[in-house]
């Protein structure tokens, strides 16, 4: 499609979003928007079901939901997609492909991402709270600093994500044993907890990490990290 094209589209769009009578709800499902610029737009209550976004440009846009209905970005493509600072936020990107995307500080608050392809995006900082991520492919994501308290992570692929400092607090991570640490992964079996060369139950883990983790010179930061990990394993069942 081409910009300009686009840019009428949008405009009734936000004339709709005002309940102006000369607006419209933007149709751009199945449509082609490589490199296309969207950069803070509201397309809040869009639909983009099965979108190609491939490569556009969408920092600081709005894509949340509004009132009662969702943004519709399931099937969409997102790969390589700038998506810094974006508004995702009760976003329906079930199954969508954000592979490579940029996501760093943004908001996908409550968004629903199962199934969702976001190997080797970058999420460093993203909001990612009570987000649905079951089944999502997180391989070789970059979560750093990322909020994922309540989150529903169960059966994801977390393989060479990084966490650190991630907020993992209530997360739910059933069905997943491996998560990278910032000097070693943690793999997560049966009740037994390996990290690097140690390997416990997690209750001894829970009682001993401080003591491991200055005999493995650990510094004060990383023990308390690889704690938090082990705060959110023990709420696994």
């Given amino acids: 499609m081409e910009q300009k094209e686009l840019n009428v589209i949008l405009e009734k769009h936000l004339k709709w979003l005002n309940n102006s009578e000369d607006g419209e709800q933007a149709d751009l499902s199945n449509t082609d928007l ?8 509201d397309l809040s209550e869009a639909d983009l079901n099965n979108a190609n976004l491939n490569n556009a440009n969408l920092r600081g846009a709005n894509l949340s939901y509004a ?11 997102l790969s390589n997609t700038d998506l810094r600072y974006a508004d995702l ?11 490579e995307a940029d996501l760093r500080e943004a908001d996908l608050n409550n968004a629903n991402l199962r199934g ?15 987000t649905n991520l079951r ?17 529903d992570l169960r059966e994801a692929d977390l393989n060479n994500a990084n966490l650190r400092g991630a907020d993992l607090n209530n997360a739910n991570l059933k069905g997943y044993n491996w998560i990278k640490g910032s000097s070693f992964d943690l793999q997560f079996y049966n009740g037994f907890l390996q990290i690097g060369c140690e390997k416990h139950s997690l209750e001894y883990w829970l009682i001993m990490y ?7 010179d650990f510094t004060e930061g990383q023990i308390k990290e690889y704690k938090n ?9």
């Fill in 135 to 151: 089944y999502a492919d997180l391989s070789n994501t970059d979560l750093r600093y990322a909020d994922l308290s309540e989150a």
């Fill in 34 to 41: 490589r490199y296309a610029d969207l950069s803070n737009t």
């Fill in 67 to 77: 009132g009662l209905s969702y943004t519709n970005l399931r099937y969409a493509d």
């Fill in 229 to 237: 990990y082990m705060d959110t394993l023990k709420n696994i069942k």
């Fill in 116 to 130: 969702a392809n976001l190997s080797y995006a970058g999420l460093s900082y993203a909001g990612l709270s009570y």
């Fill in 89 to 99: 936020s009760n976003t329906d990107l079930r199954e969508a492909d954000l592979r």
């Fill in 210 to 216: 401080e003591v491991i983790g200055k005999e493995n």
